[in-house]
């Protein structure tokens, strides 16, 4: 909402809360970066400095280390027990080659960086009124190329589909997809089975339905695509008239 209408300071602070997970605001900040949105990302490095010293209060100055250390041991100690409830796209390649694999590295790893490219492409010199579609899009792609993400990290999918969903009172394709994406995430009980957790074919049918609706404005222009758009109407250059004072 703080990027739709040109309020960077609570767009910097949205991201910015995000650093109690660092590995979900990665994705925003490339975004921020994308979009030149500078003093948002100066309310992020903010936040992460008070993160840091809040952190430094409890555990001391080296606690950053110390927490690597655990999350790796976490990760690799957890792999075996709850790989199958991987959402992310390295956590899903290790559950299905194992932890650690190369393959599983490549195919994760992969994956995630093409996510990452196709966001930062399209995001780049968007007109303010692809924020919506393209937030859509963001979502779940947060979601899948983090390192660690488990189902109920899902939940954050709540606010893509609220985008999508905008139709549902009017189209029935859109119920059928909210009603499919449902059913799907209530088969997770029985993920150790099938190897894949369900709501991670939820989390990759949501991107594609989101793209696949970004693709489809752009096409018909009611999005304009990069260049349509005056150069104070871009994601990152917002008129005057819409900049926090």
């Known amino acids: 909402r703080g990027m739709g209408d040109g309020r960077e300071l609570l767009a910097g602070v949205a991201a910015g809360g995000l650093l109690f997970k660092p590995q979900y ?3 925003l900040v490339v975004v921020l970066v994308v979009t030149r949105r500078w003093r948002s990302l100066g309310v992020v490095a903010a936040a992460g400095v008070l993160a ?3 952190g430094a209060a409890l555990a001391g100055w080296g606690w950053v280390g110390e927490w690597l250390d655990q ?11 709850n790989g199958h409830n991987a ?3 390295l956590g899903v390649a290790e559950s299905l080659w194992g932890f650690g694999a190369p393959v599983a590295q490549v195919v994760g790893w992969g994956l995630a960086a093409v996510a990452v490219c196709l966001v930062a492409g399209w995001w780049w ?11 859509a899009v963001t979502v779940p792609v947060v979601l899948l190329v983090a390192p660690h993400a488990i189902y109920y990290d899902g939940g ?4 893509a589909v609220a985008i999508l969903a905008a139709g549902f009172a009017t189209s029935a394709r859109t119920r059928w997809a909210v009603a499919a994406a449902y059913g799907i995430s209530l088969l997770q009980p029985w993920s150790s089975s099938l190897r894949v957790a369900p709501v991670f074919v939820v989390t990759v049918g949501v991107l594609g339905w989101a793209a696949a609706r970004w693709v489809g404005e752009r096409r018909t222009a009611l999005v304009p695509g990069p260049g349509a758009a005056g150069a104070g109407e871009h994601c990152g250059h917002a008129p005057a008239d819409h900049l926090d004072s």
Do not use: G, H, K, Q
């Open 25 to 27: 605001a990665v994705v």
């Open 52 to 54: 840091y010293l809040a």
């Open 71 to 81: 999350v790796s041991w976490l990760a690799e100690a957890d792999a075996p027990a």
């Open 87 to 89: 959402i992310s796209f």
């Open 125 to 135: 010199r968007a007109p303010r009124s692809a924020v919506p579609a393209l937030m």
């Open 156 to 159: 954050l999918l709540v606010l």
